[in-house]
């Protein structure tokens, strides 16, 4: 039998909710697949500062690098919103991203054939969308110095390296080797010069990659075609502050921000994660829907444990689970047959597996 160490971060509002029944998921493909994960439960966020004061403690850090990977509900609420930005849960995931060296952030936008009805576009838009956005996450204008603020202005600095640039295109090239074979580069390129070299960045690499067709994007070109025509993207390659915004959008293609996972890996250690927040105004109802966090614990076993059979198996577990009409409140206006909570979720999509 082989053995993972898994780090769990529950974290605030849902996250206690999901990332539980996320682990019900993982020790059903354990037994099918004769794995065995040993988890070891960490704080981070507001649970965190409650407990200790402290919004990432070291010891956080520590156990997350030593596991093989971390799955990871969501951070914040209305609690801690008052405190000083540098003690806040927020603050603590920004250190935590950066502890980690978790440079690329991974975010699958798929529309699920069941569900073409809930995305806000119409069916004949988004059917067959499948786009992976690939964000760099501890770079731009997120961590840039000099920034800051007084009574009269702010500021914040966009600054990218080239070894930066250089480490992600290399992730989103070889993703796009397994997939539809193109990568489309977003940036601001005819405004920002650091967006330039980003562009410049990308082409040279782009010539160790000949098999993938290479495209660019400005960002506001970009926010309208993933409406205009969504299907045209493969794999999208962006550095952190458009990629927040845009893997947000894509989201929406697929009808419920709380059906989609992500993966943040680096050179040390991976993180996998819903892309939602803590969801302050359902958190505690049972309500929330689980399998952005549970096709999260499906990307880990692809991408950090090399267990695609177990993925797969939790992806068809999911799929069925849709196709069977079972959904949590965020979907019940779609092709519901059984409204469930999001432990029920949890435990149908372990039976199917
Ligand atoms: P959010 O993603 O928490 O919620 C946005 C909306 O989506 C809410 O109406 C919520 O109920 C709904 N939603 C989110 N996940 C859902 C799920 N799994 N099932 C059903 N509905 C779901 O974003 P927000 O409201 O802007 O932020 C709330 C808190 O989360 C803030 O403190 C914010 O800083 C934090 N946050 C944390 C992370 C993270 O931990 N990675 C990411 C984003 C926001």
């Not at 550095?239 to 947000?248: E, H, K, M, P, V």
């Not at 969801?279 to 090399?306: E, F, H, K, V």
């Amino acid at each position: 039998m082989v053995n993972y160490n898994i780090s769990l971060i529950k974290g605030d509002g849902i996250g206690v909710e999901i990332v539980d029944e996320a682990v019900k998921v993982l020790d059903a493909v354990g037994k099918k697949f004769d794995i065995q994960f040993n988890y070891k439960e960490y704080l981070m966020g507001g649970a965190a500062i409650d407990a200790t004061g402290d919004p990432l403690p070291q010891e956080t850090v520590d156990g997350v690098l030593a596991s093989d990977a971390c799955l990871f509900g969501a951070i914040g609420g209305p609690k801690w919103d008052n405190l000083p930005r540098e003690k806040r849960p927020e603050s603590g995931l920004l250190k935590f991203r950066k502890s980690m060296g978790v440079f690329a952030n991974l975010r699958p936008a798929v529309v699920y054939d069941e569900l073409v009805d809930a995305s806000s576009l119409k069916p004949e838009v988004i059917r067959g969308v499948d786009i992976m956005v690939v964000r760099e996450l501890i770079g731009g204008i997120y961590f840039g110095e000099p920034k800051g603020k007084d009574e009269t202005k702010g500021w914040n600095t966009m600054v990218y390296t080239v070894p930066e640039i250089e480490r992600i295109a290399h992730v989103a090239f070889k993703l796009a080797m397994k997939r539809d074979k193109r990568v489309c580069s977003v940036d601001k390129a005819n405004v920002l010069d650091v967006s330039q070299l980003w562009r410049d960045t990308v082409i040279k690499i782009s010539s160790q990659y000949p098999e993938v067709e290479l495209s660019h994007m400005y960002v506001d070109n970009c926010a309208m075609q993933l409406i205009a025509n969504p299907r045209q993207f493969d794999v999208i390659l962006t550095g952190n502050i458009f990629g927040d915004i845009l893997s947000d959008e894509a989201s929406m293609l697929s009808g419920s921000i709380g059906l989609l996972p992500s993966a943040s890996t680096g050179e040390k250690t991976a993180v996998y994660e819903p892309i939602h927040g803590s969801a302050p105004d359902i958190a505690g109802q049972g309500i929330a829907n689980p399998i952005a966090t549970i096709s999260s614990a499906s990307m880990m076993l692809r991408y950090s444990l090399d267990e695609e059979k177990a993925a797969d198996a939790i992806d068809a577990a999911i799929k069925k689970a849709m196709s069977e009409g079972y959904r949590t409140g965020d979907l019940s206006a779609y092709d519901c047959k059984q409204k469930v909570n999001c432990s029920q979720m949890g435990d149908i999509i372990a039976s199917f597996i």
